[in-house]
């Protein structure tokens, strides 16, 4: 399944640079996304735009395949490369900084969508296990009879791109998956999961 990988935006709220490639433990946050995606069978692209020149510049040195997006918004831009490449099948699509996504989820939600009767799939985490960005934490909805906020990674059917489409929402309960990095505290919490053992303090985006 294709999935790509939005990383488009300037990170702001961050303040470090492009925020694709703030290091945690050394390597730079979008590398645990496309390696999540890969390591689950799927054929990752990555979805820059004229904001992340340097997020580019990594995928074309570290031979991850690239699209590059016109910046005209999360989902102008996803509609944009799913046109543009041509996929008319379901393809996943994820924002790149939820760092502690694994394989394991995204087999999941493969299977979820798999096993569904929709064109379209939405994931979403519990709201008490919900961190970083405001605007994610405050939009809820009910998901299964839990209160929860979207994860940032769906499917869509890349025939209907261009639609509105029904979907299938899936609830998976993880704390790791519900970690949104837009601040400080949500790095040094992704720090602290992702290796817990060095308790750095610090990070540079590598640029």
């Not at 935006?9 to 390597?27: A, D, F, H, Y």
């Not at 979403?124 to 296990?129: D, E, I, L, R, S």
């Not at 405001?134 to 939009?139: E, F, G, I, M």
């Amino acid at each position: 399944m294709l999935a790509l990988i939005l990383a488009g935006g300037q990170g702001s709220r961050l303040n470090m640079g492009e925020k694709p490639l703030v290091t945690i433990c050394g390597r730079p946050m979008i590398e645990y996304v496309v390696d999540a995606f890969t390591l689950a069978g799927c054929e990752s692209v990555v979805v820059a735009s004229p904001k992340t020149p340097y997020t580019r510049n990594w995928c074309r040195a570290h031979g991850i395949p690239l699209y590059s997006a016109g910046a005209h918004g999360y989902v102008a831009d996803i509609v944009e490369a799913v046109t543009e490449l041509g996929e008319e099948g379901p393809v996943i699509t994820s924002v790149s900084d939820i760092p502690c996504i694994t394989a394991e989820h995204v087999t999941r939600v493969q299977e979820a969508y798999l096993g569904a009767c929709t064109p379209a799939l939405s994931t979403w985490v519990p709201a008490a296990c919900c961190t970083g960005s405001a605007r994610r934490t405050s939009y809820q909805e009910e998901v299964g009879g839990v209160g929860a906020c979207p994860a940032g990674v769906n499917v869509l059917l890349g025939a209907r791109i261009a639609e509105a489409q029904e979907e299938y929402r899936l609830l998976i309960d993880d704390p790791g998956l519900g970690l949104n990095v837009n601040t400080h505290a949500d790095l040094t919490a992704a720090v602290h999961r992702l290796c817990p053992e060095s308790r750095e303090t610090s990070h540079r985006s590598n640029l």
